[in-house]
């Protein structure tokens, strides 16, 4: 059974940083495509940065590009998110996923950022 786990969100002041990690297990973790993903309240779900299989090629929203980096340890099975200057567009429930070569995904259950001063 496949199991992400988030971790790493908190309360961050305007311009602060923080590093997101998604531990995963119960599959073979460097066969899997894996995603940041984001809902802030009374919103949809965006995707905020992808990676591939390899960890050799990874995209952004443009809200976030030059300010978060997607990277992958997979000899750990984990995923995480660094993040720098973030703003009140940042506050939101943070989820990984995870993408099969069948198209087949699994979600974590989120770690949550809140940005106030």
């Known amino acids: 059974q496949v199991q992400l786990v988030e971790s790493g969100g908190r309360v961050v002041q305007p311009g602060g940083s923080l590093r997101l990690s998604c531990a995963a297990s119960g599959l073979t973790f460097s066969t899997y495509a894996m995603n940041w993903h984001r809902q802030a309240p009374g919103q949809g779900r965006e995707v905020v940065a992808a990676?591939?299989?390899?960890?050799?090629?990874?995209i952004y929203a443009d809200s976030v590009k030059g300010r978060f980096t997607i990277t992958r340890d997979n000899a750990e099975n984990t995923l995480y998110l660094p993040m720098n200057n973030l703003n009140t567009e940042g506050a939101a429930m943070y989820f990984c996923q995870a993408v099969g070569s069948g198209q087949e995904n699994s979600w974590g259950q989120g770690t949550q950022i809140t940005v106030s001063s």
């Open positions: 990676m591939t299989r390899a960890g050799d090629s990874s």
